[in-house]
């Protein structure tokens, strides 16, 4: 089992920069494929990005290419969002997601853990 706990939310601008971080407590933080996913309100939940257990590869989503990084930090059990230039459209709930594939995935099945979700509004 693992538990996951995310922080870093909040309002921000459009233009503006926000860092989220996921503390992931339980098993082995680095036997985690870790995701980032977010759910606007009335849509679905999709997939920022992902980063591979040792850090070296990461995925991201069109939506997001270029302007998210998603990177971690196994000595600290902990993996970032860092967003910049965020949009209005960015808003939503974001989740980090742990799992045990062996490669990226890019869809909620493939992740078994959940953090409880942190709100990120972005104003125009």
């Known amino acids: 089992q693992a538990q996951l706990v995310e922080s870093g939310g909040g309002l921000v601008q459009a233009g503006g920069s926000l860092i989220l971080s996921c503390a992931v407590s339980?098993?082995?933080?680095?036997?985690?494929?870790m995701g980032w996913f977010r759910q606007a309100p009335g849509k679905e939940r999709e997939l920022v990005g992902g980063?591979?257990?040792?850090?070296?590869?990461?995925y991201y989503a069109d939506s997001v290419k270029g302007r998210c990084t998603i990177s971690r930090d196994n000595a600290k059990n902990t993996v970032y969002l860092q967003m910049n230039s965020l949009k209005p459209e960015d808003t939503a709930v974001y989740y980090c997601?742990?799992?045990?594939?062996?490669?990226?995935?890019?869809?909620?099945?493939?992740?078994?853990?959940w953090g409880q979700g942190t709100q990120v509004t972005v104003s125009s």
């Open positions: 980063i591979s257990r040792s850090g070296v590869i990461t």
């Open positions: 339980g098993r082995t933080f680095s036997s985690y494929v």
């Open positions: 997601a742990a799992g045990t594939g062996r490669a990226v995935g890019r869809s909620s099945r493939e992740y078994s853990y």
